[in-house]
């Protein structure tokens, strides 16, 4: 694999001290473009910005009529071609919160025009485009972080620095379970949502790839062998469902064994009739470090008492990491291409490895929500992946559900090309 140390000695030259605002970019304002424009608007016109937002870009000049005047009446410049806002020399960096099959054709375009890019999660559909784009970024020697929030966050950071100083001991397991229910208005939201494909570029939309995908990063970096990288996979069991009338799955079991020997045992779905708080659990020979939901980590080592810290919220952290290595701060953390380049190896693996199989249709309830939107749900689920969490199981392990089927596997070392979804 291609290092960073093009970008890192590239960097070396510029100061860290007096760091001007961040000028940025955004690309696509729809969907979660809409979270990402407020939150940097806010941060412009705050009393210390790291960022200071310059223009905005989107095709859809009918359906963003009205937010493009306003935006231009802030003093924003608004484009709807991406080569234009590239063009502009007053950007220094872009954040692409576009479609999962954009992600590394606008990465190479913005790297190729001297821009510096936050793009969102996942890094990209395959890890053969992900390579793409580490080559692109280590030859162009521009900054590339991927919006994996909980990377970015202080509190991550020093349980990574207290995890390698060796306060759990020796790492044995770690494991995230987790219950966002999703109905027929999130899946009809657009045209890759639960997809495998778009065109002929592969999506590979799931709670995994997508909505829970930072609880897996989050796993995989805190096992990491130093403070900026993440564990590397090197063999992953797969169960794979779905209850929902898409193309991919909504419901998985993964067990992912990384380079340490340890496991990383990973229970997600979006078919559950009640949101459950993801709790994402890291167990050595010495205690445990848990996170709840994005509200709250906490440490239990021996005999001591169990101490719990509130997590803030993370756009501020990543925004300001962000724009400190930009600007030369190579202590500033960030989300790699290396570290997002693992969770995408994961789930290559497990699409390639496993089969996507039916929830039957006596096990899924239908419940109708607000609207005309529809949830299906399937039966327990949420009291069987907390048993399996807390078993350390796979859900056809654990023997709970009648309708699962064997963990196919699949040996990660040296995995470079996503060869395609198994053949029925």
């Known amino acids: 694999m291609a ?28 969907g979660y473009g809409r979270h990402v424009l407020s939150f940097l608007r806010a941060d412009s016109t705050g009393p210390n910005p790291s960022v200071n937002l310059m223009a905005v870009c989107d095709p859809d000049v009918v359906r963003f009529r009205r937010e493009m005047e306003e935006l231009r009446a802030a003093g924003l410049s608004v484009y709807s071609r991406l080569e234009d806002l590239l063009a502009d020399k007053k950007v220094q960096a872009v954040w692409l919160p ?31 485009e992900v390579d793409r ?113 898409i193309e991919n799955y909504d419901t998985c079991g993964l067990r992912i064994t990384v380079e340490s020997g340890a496991t990383v045992l990973v229970l997600l779905t979006h078919a559950g009739q009640r949101e459950c708080q993801t709790d994402a659990i890291v167990t050595g020979s010495l205690g445990k470090l848990t996170f709840t939901g994005r509200e709250s980590m906490s440490w239990s080592i021996g005999e001591q008492p169990k101490k719990t810290s509130s ?51 006596d096990q899924v309830q239908t419940v109708n929500r607000p609207g005309t939107a529809t949830l299906r749900a399937i039966k327990d689920i949420e009291s069987a992946l907390a048993t399996c969490a807390a078993k350390g199981k796979l859900l056809h392990e ?5 309708w699962t089927k064997p963990a196919a596997k699949l040996d990660l070392r040296g995995y470079t090309h996503f060869s395609g979804i198994p053949k029925i």
Request: charged letters at 20%; proline letters at 5%.
């Open 3 to 30: 290092s960073s140390s093009k970008v890192t000695a590239r960097q070396n030259t510029s100061s860290a001290s007096a760091l001007e605002p961040l000028r940025f970019g955004i690309v696509g304002l729809g």
């Open 98 to 128: 576009v479609p999962i099959n954009l992600h590394g054709r606008f990465t190479l375009a913005a790297l190729e025009a001297g821009k510096a890019v936050m793009c969102e999660k996942p890094a990209a559909g395959t890890v053969d």
């Open 133 to 245: 784009m580490i080559t692109a970024r280590d030859r162009t020697g521009h900054v590339v972080a991927i919006g994996f929030q909980d990377v970015y966050d202080p509190l991550v950071q020093d349980a990574k620095r207290r995890i390698l100083a060796g306060e759990l001991g020796q790492i044995s397991t770690a494991s995230v379970w987790g219950v966002w229910p999703r109905d027929s208005q999130y899946y009809s939201r657009n045209a890759w949502a639960g997809a495998l494909r778009r065109g002929d570029e592969w999506v590979l939309d799931s709670p995994a790839s997508n909505a829970m995908a930072h609880f897996i990063t989050l796993l995989l970096y805190l096992l990491g062998p130093t403070q900026e990288t993440a564990a590397v996979p090197v063999s992953i069991e797969a169960e794979l469902y779905r209850a929902n009338p």
């Open 311 to 361: 997590r803030t919220e993370p756009h501020a952290d990543m925004v300001r990491a962000f724009a400190g290595r930009v600007q030369g701060n190579l202590a500033s953390p960030i989300a790699t291409l290396e570290t997002a380049r693992h969770h995408t190896v994961v789930i290559n693996g497990a699409s390639q490895a496993a089969l996507v199989h039916d929830v039957p249709a």
């Open 398 to 402: 654990s023997g709970l559900c009648t």
